[in-house]
T-cell receptor, first 114, second 114 residues
Framework: AQSVTQPDIHITVSEGASLELRCNYS??????LFWYVQSPGQGLQLLLK??????LVQGIKGFEAEFKRSQSSFNLRKPSVHWSDAAEYFC????????????FGKGTTLSVSS | DGGITQSPKYLFRKEGQNVTLSCEQN?????MYWYRQDPGQGLRLIYY???????QKGDIAEGYSVSREKKESFPLTVTSAQKNPTAFYLC?????????????FGSGTRLTVV
């Protein structure tokens, strides 16, 4: 069965500092991986996705993520965090097959300090 | 602009009542999904539908029901059998049955039992 683990419940980063949010997945085949962001009381917005090709993927808002098969990881990074990046971030995995749905991690809350 | 509309934004339910959450999309997406979000629990799949007049149970379907009579609409009914319905409910859609393009989310409905 697929599963997603986000080891960090809450992270605080200083504005301008770099960010890395961790995501580990469990899946037998090549997974389809996603990162979403959620502002308080809102729906989720897709940041980026990976399902084949270059293991470093670029997303919106200056985010990138790297797929590492050997580590079963798909960590999200940003070189310089802005106060507006404070939100909850979710990693998700999918089988990429009709009749299935995405499995989400429990999320990491990002706080940005000035 | 195309998108997903969830209504109402806030909903209060008395013990023993059934309530229906609305989800409408004008994206011409075939697949639609309902997730429940609780603090620290991430998103858990309730039901999903890949095509009109067909839907599948997710991980936590007990106490919920859905219908998919039109492509644009995927309402969720929270029945009195759901013992702990207070949560944030998110509807999503995908333009492909396998979800590879990522999901578009509505802005959610917060349900509270009073």
């Amino acid at each position: 069965a697929q599963s997603v683990t986000q080891p960090d419940i809450h992270i605080t980063v200083s504005e301008g500092a770099s960010l890395e949010l961790r995501c580990n997945y469990s899946y037998g085949a090549t997974p389809y991986l996603f990162w979403y962001v959620q502002s308080p009381g809102q729906g989720l917005q897709l940041l980026l996705k990976y399902f084949s090709g270059d293991t470093l993927v670029q997303g919106i808002k200056g985010f990138e993520a790297e797929f590492k098969r050997s580590q079963s990881s798909f960590n999200l990074r940003k070189p310089s965090v802005h106060w507006s990046d404070a939100a909850e971030y979710f990693c998700a995995v999918g089988a990429g097959q009709a009749g299935t749905a995405l499995i989400f991690g429990k999320g990491t809350t990002l706080s940005v300090s000035s | 602009d195309g998108g997903i509309t969830q209504s109402p934004k806030y909903l209060f339910r008395k013990e023993g009542q059934n309530v229906t959450l609305s989800c409408e999309q004008n994206l011409n997406h075939d697949a639609m999904y309902w997730y429940r979000q609780d603090p620290g629990q991430g998103l858990r799949l309730i039901y999903y539908s890949q095509i009109v007049n067909d839907f599948q149970k997710g991980d936590i379907a007990e106490g919920y029901s859905v219908s998919r009579e039109k492509k644009e609409s995927f309402p969720l009914t929270v029945t009195s059998a759901q013992k702990n319905p207070t949560a944030f409910y998110l509807c999503a859609s995908s333009n492909t049955p396998d979800g590879m393009g990522g999901y578009t989310f509505g802005s959610g409905t917060r349900l509270t039992v009073v």
